[in-house]
Every structure is written in structure tokens, then in C-alpha cells.
């Protein structure tokens, strides 16, 4: 089950709404338990048993760790937080790599070792990270263990987030889990925040996502470099759209049951180098690493060829984490080299660029390596990319013309609507609608205003579920992850 399902939109979101409404809040965690159980069943119910599986390890290690740690036993509490970390990416590594390792060897040494062809489950790099974070901060003494395996259950099966993410961490909603209010404002604000998602996902991602399909499964030989640049241009917003209106819409379905989860995207397409592209683009995933990976290691506290290691470590894991495929790892070596080049010596020479060069610079580097992260096949990635930079291919063709002029406008709204002025616009005119006015006046504005942006999300959800109603295209990019 997705949220753009009409599964989801029109029988599960309501049902499990009106039944949190009238549910007492000692039992609020329990339904929301149950329901995000039934909620990732529904596509793969063998695999719930993974996740029980990490749910009951780490809520029995995160008890052990506190309760060493009140011993004063050190040596114990560390090996359960070693067993933790251990054998949640011993879980994630067997059920997402071991066909990739397997495939990889056959190739090098000619070897005809079966794949086990195990299915991906849904979701695991995601609740993975959370319940390894859990642990970690238990041993720091960030947190305290949760004692209730119910509410545990709850943090780590929450279907808003259980997908897709943001990655949420528990010591970042552990007051929420134990006690929290849903105002009328915050429930309100949250659906209008999923409608927006659903929108950029369905109205946006979709649409566009059509257009990669069909150039990225053209014949290479055939296709032009405008055709391929426009190709390029169509996965980086799909991409985007495709994520962050998931995230809008994690973050809404959390605000109508009275959690508080972290921004996942900060328009990162108007970045002005890569470093910031990363500050913006999936930021959850970015302090993850930073706070359990890359700081652990030493950070930037032991020397410039440390600093460099450490970096090359995270990048790689930040690759592999998005797949089991080597492009993925590729996809995060490109990372590190720009980033590297960044930090040595490239920021401090692009003060002096002007900001639409430095714009140009991060977008060019940012849509290739879209390229690289959309394509499985190494000698597929050599070929788009000769396309793409003009070796041996015309610069026009009929068919690229013919797609440029289709979808130039779309392209344009959908660079538009990438940036922050859509929202700044619209909070310029909720600003309007909510200044103070004399004669009693300020009331029947502020409910004009609210009115007409409630009528502005709903249009985005009605135009949503009437291209749902048609069977549109509709994949979701980030379940493979």
C-alpha cells in the first residue's frame, strides 16, 4: 500500500483517522501499532516477521544497555550495543546485498553460484537506521530505554514514515510517544501538508516520470543530446517530487496524529554548490550519517587525510545504502570527489563567481549524477553520458524537438515550483489574510483567508484522485531503498 493509492486515500487513511478520534489516548500508540502492522502487511505480509524480528532485538537491547548502564558495567553495555549495530546490518546487509555480492563474484570469477533472489522488504534501510539509532542513544544516555515494547513497536512501525522516511529518530519524538495533543490547527495543517505531497507526486512526479521512461528506454544510438539533456532534466525533478512530496506527506500524516518530524528537503535545487545541495537534499539521511558515522570516525578533528578517509567512508555508505547496485556506489564516489574538490580548494574560488554561475555549476554536476543513480548498467551510464555531452550523437532530432516543445512548459513549471517562491508566495498572502484590522474586520478575513487556501489544497487533492481514478503511471522511486 502507497499513499497515492486509492487503497490508501479513500478506505485505510480514513478509517484509521476516525477510529484514533475516538480511541482513548492510553491505547492511541496500540492502534497506531496495529494499523502501521496491517499497513505494511498489506504489500508483504511474510516480511512483517523482519521487522517484529527488529523491533523485539533492539527493544530487549536497548533494556539491557540501561540496565548494565545503572550497574555501572561498561563492558557489558557496550556488547549489547555492539550486538545491536551487528546484527541490524547483518539483517539489512543479507536481505539487500548478498544477490549483489553473489552476482558480482560470478562475474570476476566466471562462478555459476545461485542467487538467492530474495525480495527487497520495504522499507528495511529505513526502520533499520531508526532502531540502530535508538540503541546508540540509549548508550550514550541521550534517552532513556522505552519500557513499553507497545509504544517501541509503534516508533519503529509507523507507517507515515515507514517507507520512505524522513528518518526518524526516537529521541527526537520520545516525549511525543509517551504524551501528545492534537490541536485542531496542527491536525488541519497536517492534512493540507499531505495534500500538497500527494500533489507533487502524483500532479508532478508522475507526469514527468512518464517522459524519463520513455527516453531512458529509447535506443541509445538514436537519441540526441537534447534529447538526452532533457531526459536528465526529467529524472532530477521526478526524482524530487517523487521524495520530497513523500516526505510532505509523512510529515502531515504525523502533524494529524500529534508528532512533530524533522524537514526532509529544503528547495535543494536552488543550491549554489554541492556542499549546500547536501545541507538541503534529504536531510535526514545527512544527519544520520554525520551524528553515527562520520563524527565517530573523528570528523574533522584528526588531520586533513583523516577527514578525507572519513568522508570516503560515508560516501561510499551513502551509495550503498541507496541500493544494491554498483552504480549506487559510484553515485557516492562522484559525491565524495565533488565534495572533496569543495572543501580543499573550489568554495573559497566560487566566492567570487556570480550566484547564477555558481547555480549552473551545481545543477550541471546534480543532473548528472542523477544519471549515474537512475542507471543500473555501468555501460549504459558510458553511453548516456557520451549522448549527453555530444560524442558521435546530433545535437536535434525530430523526436527530442518534438519532446522539447511537449514538455517545455511542464519543465519550466516544474522548475518554478522546485524553488521557495511558490511558498513564500503563498505565505505572503496568509500574512495578508492574518494582519490585524480594525472594526472587528481581522476574524472574517483570517476565515477568507483560510477558506481560499483550504479550496487551493483540495483542488490539489481532487485533481490527484481523478489522475489515481484514470490509472495513471504511479511508481514510487524510493521503495527499492
Known amino acids: 500500500m502507497v499513499f497515492s493509492s486509492l487503497t490508501f486515500l479513500c478506505i485505510f487513511l480514513p478509517i484509521v483517522v476516525i477510529l484514533y478520534a475516538v480511541c482513548p489516548s492510553p491505547f492511541r500508540n496500540l492502534l497506531l501499532a496495529l494499523a502501521s502492522l496491517f499497513f505494511y502487511a498489506w504489500g508483504e505480509p511474510v516480511y512483517i516477521l523482519i521487522m517484529l524480528f527488529s523491533t523485539v532485538f533492539d527493544y530487549v537491547n536497548g533494556r539491557m544497555i540501561a540496565y548494565y548502564d545503572s ?10 550495543l555492539i550486538l545491536s549495530v551487528v546484527g541490524n546490518l547483518g539483517i539489512l546487509f543479507f536481505f539487500k546485498y548478498t544477490d549483489m555480492l553473489i552476482s558480482s563474484w560470478n562475474q570476476l570469477t566466471a562462478s555459476g553460484v545461485d542467487l538467492l533472489k530474495l525480495t527487497l522488504p520495504i522499507g528495511i534501510s529505513f526502520y533499520t537506521f531508526q532502531t540502530m539509532s535508538y540503541t546508540i542513544d540509549v548508550y550514550r544516555g541521550e534517552v532513556s530505554a522505552q519500557r513499553n515494547i ?48 500527494l500533489g507533487k507526486k502524483v500532479i508532478l512526479a508522475n507526469q514527468i516520470g512518464l517522459l524519463w521512461q520513455e527516453i531512458s528506454e529509447s ?22 517530487f517523487d521524495f520530497s512530496g513523500y516526505s510532505d506527506m509523512a510529515i ?35 544527519s544520520w550519517f554525520r551524528e553515527y558515522v562520520y563524527i565517530p570516525l573523528g570528523g574533522n578533528r584528526k588531520g586533513i587525510r583523516r577527514q578525507i ?52 555549476y551545481s545543477m550541471f554536476f546534480v543532473i548528472v549524477g542523477w544519471v549515474i543513480f537512475a542507471t543500473e548498467d555501468f555501460g549504459a551510464i558510458g553511453k548516456y553520458l557520451k549522448v549527453m555531452f555530444g560524442l558521435d ?19 519550466v513549471i ?20 492574518q494582519k490585524k484590522l480594525p472594526d472587528g474586520k481581522e476574524d472574517r478575513v483570517q476565515v477568507i483567508g483560510f477558506a481560499l487556501y483550504s479550496m487551493y489544497t483540495l483542488c490539489i487533492l481532487l485533481i490527484s484522485m481523478s489522475m489515481l481514478i484514470s490509472g495513471s503511471y504511479n511508481p514510487f522511486l524510493y521503495f527499492r531503498f
Do not use: D
Request: aromatic letters at 18%; hydrophobic letters at 50%; glycine letters at 8%.
Open 309 to 360: 578517509f572519513n568522508l570516503l567512508v560515508v560516501w561510499m555508505l551513502t551509495g550503498l545504502w541507496h541500493g544494491a547496485s554498483w552504480n549506487f556506489v559510484l553515485w557516492g564516489l562522484y559525491y565524495f570527489v565533488l565534495l572533496l574538490a569543495e572543501k580543499l580548494f573550489l568554495l573559497k574560488e566560487m566566492e567570487r563567481w556570480p550566484g547564477f554561475v555558481r547555480h549552473l
Open 71 to 80: 550497574r555501572g558495567k561498561e563492558r557489558q553495555k557496550k556488547c549489547f
Open 393 to 411: 550523437h546530433s545535437f536535434l532530432t525530430e523526436t527530442s524537438l518534438y519532446q522539447w516543445r511537449t514538455y517545455g512548459i511542464f519543465v
Open 219 to 240: 535506443n541509445l544510438n538514436e537519441l540526441s543530446v537534447a534529447g538526452a539533456w532533457l531526459g536528465a532534466i526529467a529524472y532530477t525533478f521526478q526524482i524530487y
Open 150 to 197: 507497545i509504544s517501541f513497536c509503534m516508533y519503529v512501525c509507523m507507517f507515515p514514515q515507514l517507507i520512505a522516511g524522513p528518518i526518524v529518530r526516537y529521541k527526537e519524538i520520545a516525549g511525543q510517544i509517551e504524551q501528545r495533543r492534537i490541536r485542531e490547527e496542527e491536525w488541519v495543517s497536517g492534512i493540507q501538508r499531505f495534500f500538497i505531497g
Open 414 to 433: 516544474l522548475a518554478l515550483a522546485a524553488t521557495g517562491v511558490p511558498a513564500a508566495c503563498v505565505k505572503k498572502i496568509k500574512a495578508f489574510f
Open 252 to 286: 502531515g500524516l504525523g502533524r494529524m496524529f500529534g508528532f512533530t518530524f524533522s524537514e526532509n528537503f529544503r528547495h535543494p535545487y536552488e543550491s549554489k554548490s554541492i556542499t549546500e545541495f547536501w545541507r538541503r537534499w534529504h536531510i535526514t539521511l545527512g
